[in-house]
Structure formats: structure tokens, C-alpha cells
């Protein structure tokens, strides 16, 4: 682990040196084990935030009050500790060009790692494909990667803030509905790929709602972050 | 790669029975919810079991010839491949040796499939002699759309990826065949005991 990265007041990104890494497709995941000094295991999967094309690997981890490793994740690790890994895992929650697009990426919190990964990717191979993102969050502190997609062109970035937000803010106001959904995506008979990843609750609803406007379920992929995933 | 990790205790689930808890596994009290794409909801007057492929006679049964059947009661232990394990979880449904009671077939694998298009693959075997259902209630409630009804298999000496949600049908084959997950590298036959994640393992 070669350097910490403050996302948020809740979240951190732990950048990765990897020698022998044989290189991952975005919007995959790795397996990583904690061993304690008892040999007490303790097992987790995290999404890759970086793109391939990066030069580490890139893991951003929030911390889940009651988790049992992102605790340990967000708060102990040091610059320098050793982890150990297992990846990339996960074939079909990827996005590479010959996929195509419009590309819809709909987030909710941590949710937006793994697209962050996608957007990183689409960036790099300086792809025309267009790509809208959606990305739900409570407050605007609570948003990760936030001068990088403020900085982003040739891609359109939407935020939705569900708790509250700052004085004069012109996003979103409310969480992910039908109304925000038909504002923010592209035509149904334009058949975007859309990928969502978020705590079960909000992936439920974006994928009911866009079946229910007309939206092939073919071509929507799901990635989700369970409860008890910390 | 170093033998431990600095600082770190975890917190031990004392409460569960370790020889009921594979390795790599944690316990859980939740039931996470896990698909890789959106929830079908297929209306129970258009919803079909059906079991085709290498066999004479191809079986369909309604919604209402499958809660004809005898059901059976259950508890078991799950555990997903992403780490989790949920102890003394109880099912409704039919057991696959009832469903195909009176089939004669050459195969030795079936490709199970369901509303949405996910498929997954296990040795006939393996659905036989007690330890398969098509499970249509969980905790005397109907199964909830997000875990997989109105009916899943259930399989649960297997990761729980192979106990496929919003089942609608089994084939029979004499050749296996990958399913969705075992195509994207995870293990062919997924023991959670000896963890078998993925393809290799």
C-alpha cells in the first residue's frame, strides 16, 4: 500500500502496488483478506476505482459504522502495510469499448466506485461513446472523486443529493425517481447500457423504474453493495 | 506476502458454530441481495416450470401444478461466494426429487434457467437425493421478488449463486455446459468447504 488518499470524511482511497498484477477490465472487484495475529480471517470484496490504463491499482473503501473490515480499511492502514489480495474478479459489471454505449452510469454512494473506474477508462481510450452519470449521495461532502468529475469533459455529470445541500444548489434535490430518471437518461429507443451499483434499495429502484419506461433489461447491470458488505 | 495484518482483531462472530461456517465465510443476520440485473416480475398465471433437453417426455408444470405438489419444509445453512453465510434459514417448496420423479434421462448435468436469462450448472446428482428444491417460500412468507421468487432453486451445499433466482426450468444435459457466473470465471462447481470461488480453485 503506497499512499492514502482522503475521499471523504467517510471514505478513503488505498492505492495499490502490484507487481504482478496481470491488469483489470473496468468496473471489476477484488477479494481482500485481513489476517489478524491470532490468524483470525476476515474476508471482503472491493471495487477497483482505478482504469485500467492507471498506473496502480486504486481501491476506495467507505467505512460501514459496524463493518468489520472498512474500519479497519479507512482508519488503521498505513502507508506501507502489506494486504492480501485476490483479483480482478467479476466479468459481466465491466464496461470496454467494443461494449458501445450511450453509456448510462446511475451510482448511489460507494456505488460510484466501480463507474468511477469506467469513466477513468472511457477517458483514457479517449472513447466518442457518449456517458452520462447519475450520482445519488446525501450530502455534497459525501460526494468522492469530486474535483475529478467536476474537472471531467466530453461527459455529462449529474448529482442528486437526497439529505441536504448547500446554499444555491442548482442539482438534483431528491432520491433517484421516475421523473429524474426520464429527465436524466437517454431515450429508451436510443438503448443505452446502463450500469448501476448501490446499496440494494436504490439499484431495486432504478432498475424497477427504467424496466418500467421501456428500458431492455438486457442491457441494464446491476452491482450491489449488501449491508453487511463492510 | 506478509503473514498478518498490522492492527488488525476483527471481531470474532462467536455466536456461530465454526464447524457450521466455511472457510473464508462470515456470518451474517441479513440476507443480502445479489443479481446482476434488473428484478423480472413474471405474473404467476404466465409463470411455467419447465425441465426439457435429453429426456422423452419434456415436463411443464403451472404455477398451480407446482403448489399441487407435496412441499417441503426446510432449514438450512446458505453461504454466498461474496463472503457471507446465513445460518438456519427455512424454505417452502418441492423437493427436485418429487419434480422429477419418473423422468428417465442419459444426463448427468442440468443448466438451470431463469426469467431474465441467468443460467447456472451442476451435476444431475447434485439435485437429487434430498438436496435440491424449488423453494417458493422463505420464513412461512412468499418469496419476495428480490430473492428470488415467485420460486428459486435451492442448493444449498453449493455457493448460493448456483440456487438460481426466478428459476423457470431445468435442462437436461449429457455435456455440461457453463453457466452465466461460471462463464465469467467463477468455479464450475462452487463447494463452498473447500472454497472453490473461482475457476481453478
Known amino acids: ?47 477497483i476505482a482505478s482504469a485500467p490504463e492507471d498506473e496502480h491499482v486504486v481501491l476506495t473503501v467507505e467505512r460501514l459504522d459496524n463493518g468489520e473490515v472498512s474500519p479497519y480499511l479507512v482508519d488503521e492502514l498505513r502507508v506501507g502495510d502489506r494486504l492480501e489480495l485476490r483479483g480482478p474478479v467479476g466479468g459481466w459489471f465491466v464496461w470496454h469499448a467494443e461494449l458501445g454505449g450511450p453509456l448510462l452510469l446511475l451510482g448511489g454512494g460507494s456505488g460510484v466506485v466501480p463507474l468511477r473506474a469506467m469513466l477513468r477508462h472511457h477517458s483514457a481510450i479517449e472513447s466518442r461513446v457518449p456517458l452520462r452519470l447519475l450520482y445519488s449521495v446525501r450530502t455534497l461532502d459525501d460526494v468522492a472523486y469530486r474535483d475529478e468529475l467536476a474537472g471531467l469533459t466530453g461527459v455529462e455529470i449529474r448529482l442528486t443529493l437526497t439529505r441536504s445541500w448547500p446554499e444555491g444548489w442548482r442539482g438534483y434535490r431528491r432520491r433517484i425517481d421516475r421523473a429524474l430518471l426520464e429527465e436524466v437518461a437517454w431515450p429508451p429507443a436510443e438503448r443505452p447500457l446502463v450500469y448501476v451499483c448501490g446499496a440494494t434499495g436504490f439499484v431495486e429502484t432504478a432498475a424497477d423504474l427504467l424496466v418500467q419506461l421501456g428500458y431492455d433489461p438486457d442491457r441494464i447491470r446491476t452491482e450491489r453493495f449488501g449491508p453487511t458488505g463492510g | 506476502m506478509s503473514s498478518f495484518s498490522r492492527g488488525f482483531r476483527g471481531r470474532r ?10 472457510p473464508g465465510q462470515y456470518v451474517t443476520g441479513d440476507f443480502p441481495v445479489l443479481s446482476a440485473g434488473p428484478t423480472p416480475r413474471t405474473p404467476l398465471d404466465r409463470w411455467t416450470f419447465e425441465v426439457a433437453g435429453a429426456l422423452d417426455e419434456p415436463l411443464r408444470l403451472s404455477w398451480d401444478e407446482l403448489q399441487a405438489l407435496p412441499s417441503e419444509t426446510v432449514s438450512v445453512d446458505i453461504h454466498c461466494v461474496t463472503g457471507w453465510s446465513k445460518l438456519d434459514t427455512t424454505w417452502a417448496g418441492v423437493s427436485l426429487d418429487t419434480l422429477l420423479d419418473g423422468v428417465e434421462t442419459a444426463a448427468e448435468y442440468a443448466l438451470a434457467f431463469s426469467d431474465g436469462g441467468y443460467t447456472t450448472n451442476l451435476p444431475l446428482d447434485d439435485l437429487l437425493g434430498g438436496k435440491a428444491w424449488i423453494a417458493y417460500a422463505y420464513d412461512g412468507e412468499p418469496l419476495d421478488p428480490e430473492h428470488g421468487g415467485p420460486a428459486r432453486l435451492l ?45 481453478g480453485d
Request: aromatic share 14%; glycine share 8%; no cysteine.
Open chain 2, 13 to 22: 462472530r462467536l455466536e456461530a458454530d465454526p464447524a457450521r461456517v466455511p
Open chain 2, 155 to 199: 442448493v444449498p451445499h453449493l455457493y448460493f449463486w448456483k440456487s438460481a433466482k426466478w428459476v423457470r426450468g431445468l435442462r437436461l444435459l449429457e455435456e455440461d455446459e457453463p453457466g452465466f457466473w461460471e462463464g465469467f470465471g467463477y468455479h464450475n462447481y462452487g463447494d463452498p468447504w473447500k472454497e472453490q470461488r473461482y475457476r
Open chain 1, 1 to 47: 500500500m503506497i499512499e492514502l488518499v482522503e475521499e471523504t470524511a467517510r471514505a478513503r482511497s488505498i492505492v495499490l502496488d502490484l507487481p504482478d498484477w496481470r491488469g483489470h477490465r473496468a468496473g471489476q472487484h477484488v477479494d481482500l483478506r485481513l489476517t489478524a495475529e491470532d490468524g483470525y480471517q476476515a474476508q471482503r470484496s472491493y471495487s
